[in-house]
């Protein structure tokens, strides 16, 4: 298996997290995963910057948005290119993930379990208790 994710293996990832639902409110093309009705992540087919060899050339990633805490999220924009503000998202809160191959899957998978367990955290206790008892 590769190192890196692509985005069939993210989202089997997101929707093995428990309580989780996959919905398109936006449009076919993107994915939306909610748990118990809160939005943690979207996947969607996006385009980077033109290429610096080829001007005619934009190449095509999946991209996908999740929460973040916003310290975390400023130190991961440093580390990781491919980690950009949020793309329609509040920019403090969420971060676009370009799923290029560049970040490992462990970080990738990291950066995913932070967005559910943030989203998670901001729930009733009855509903955290309901969810973190599958984990």
Known sequence: MSDSLNEQQ????????????????????????RVKKKMFATIALGQTAKSAQVADTVKKHYWMNLKCDPDEAVMLRDIF?????GYHMNKANWNSVILDGSIPMGEIERMMDNSYLLVVSKMTKKDQQSILVHL
């Open 10 to 33: 993210a989202e089997k990832y997101l929707l093995s997290k428990p309580e989780t639902s996959l919905y398109y409110p936006f449009g076919d093309d993107i994915k939306v995963f």
């Open 81 to 85: 290119p491919a980690v950009i503000p």
